[in-house]
Antibody
């Protein structure tokens, strides 16, 4: 059974650093991209970035480039999302998810979707 | 402002059918596959539909998806109170430096 288990809720002060984790099991962790998705209180889903644990190839949404760092340790099947200096506006639920991506040569269509999700990590930043 | 446009809310009575629309452009929905996600209150999103109209294992056939041009639609028949949730469409966008773009989400209320 594919599972993504995230680290627990965090309460931090502005300016502090933070690293949250996402541990995969039940599949070949190095063979699938892992993505991070933000959901601010009462808002929708926002794609932050992805990492391929096999070679640590990482891509960021322009909205999050330079704001966070995504990494992975394939030896322990774990992906990370970290901040060097949190802001109150970073308060949100953060989800990791396994990404499927492929190109259909018959239709010319591409697909990028998240088929399994972690339970979410709530990050609260408040003075 | 989301790249994909969804109605903020829809509602219907138990047992009825509802549809949720997702509008985009040629750089996203028009030339790529669409997925739909269900987010029940207080839980993580779950994949509901992929490749416009396919259901992952375990998703009942009350849920269906379709696509026409630059719009996609999620249909739910035989509505149940347990279907009350937020629903999001998502797809690849070839014109943005973004891997996945999501709609703003639609809250389904089963009256």
């Amino acid at each position: 059974e594919v599972q993504l288990v995230q680290s627990g809720a965090e309460v931090k002060k502005p300016g502090e650093s933070l690293k949250i984790s996402c541990k995969g099991s039940g599949y070949s962790f190095t063979s699938y991209w892992i993505g991070w998705v933000r959901q601010m209180p009462g808002k929708g889903l926002e794609w932050m970035g992805i990492i391929y644990p096999g070679d640590s190839d990482t891509r960021y949404s322009p909205s999050f480039q330079g704001q966070v760092t995504i990494s992975a340790d394939k030896s322990i099947s774990t992906a990370y999302l970290q901040w060097s200096s949190l802001k109150a506006s970073d308060t949100a639920m953060y989800y990791c998810a396994r990404r499927q991506t492929y190109y259909d040569i018959l239709t010319g269509y591409s697909a990028s979707l998240f088929d399994y999700w972690g339970q979410g990590t709530l990050v609260t930043v408040s003075s | 402002q989301s790249v994909l446009t969804q109605p903020p809310s829809v509602s219907a009575a138990p047992g009825q059918k509802v549809t949720i629309s997702c509008s985009g452009s040629s750089s996203n929905i028009g030339n790529n596959y669409v997925s739909w996600y269900q987010q029940l209150p207080g839980t993580a999103p779950k994949l509901l539909i992929y490749e416009n109209n396919k259901r992952p294992s375990g998703i009942p056939d009350r849920f269906s998806g379709s696509k026409s041009g630059t719009s996609a639609t999620l249909g739910i028949t035989g509505l149940q109170t347990g279907d009350e949730a937020d629903y999001y469409c998502g797809t690849w966008d070839s014109s943005l430096s973004a891997d996945v773009v999501f709609g703003g989400g639609t809250k389904l209320t089963v009256l």
